[in-house]
């Protein structure tokens, strides 16, 4: 019985270890912030753009508010990742994202945003 109480006595600490491990690496986790730049074309057209930045990557969310569909060209350049390229077309009153994901830890990233009509 005496050996039972230490396993579980033992078992306890390192469960508590850890937790207290977790924590502090969800800690860290969050404290990771990088810098965003957005540059916006947008041409005249009612278009908003935000980001929601996480560790893993960010997120371009593009609403447009025009009469007309539209196609964004978006260029992400995050440091020491190569550049990304992508393009979202967008239809009249809709919202649509980008998402563009970290393969090496970011310190800033710069988003240019080109938006035009669709053809």
């Not at 753009?49 to 992400?76: F, H, M, W």
């Not at 988003?111 to 009509?117: H, I, L, P, R, S």
């Amino acid at each position: 019985m005496l050996l039972l109480r230490r396993c579980d006595t033992r078992s306890t600490g390192v469960l508590a270890g850890l937790m207290g491990l977790t924590l502090l690496a969800g800690v860290a986790t969050a404290a990771s912030t990088y810098q965003v730049n957005v540059e916006s074309e947008l041409n005249g057209l009612d278009v908003k753009v935000s980001t929601v930045e996480n560790p893993g990557g960010i997120v371009v969310k593009l609403q447009n508010d025009s009469a007309t569909k539209i196609r964004c060209n978006l260029r992400y350049d995050a440091p020491p990742q190569p550049i990304g390229r992508r393009t979202v077309y967008v239809d009249a009153g809709k919202l649509e994202q980008s998402v563009f994901g970290a393969k090496r830890q970011w310190f800033r990233i710069d988003v240019k945003v080109a938006c035009e009509a669709a053809s």
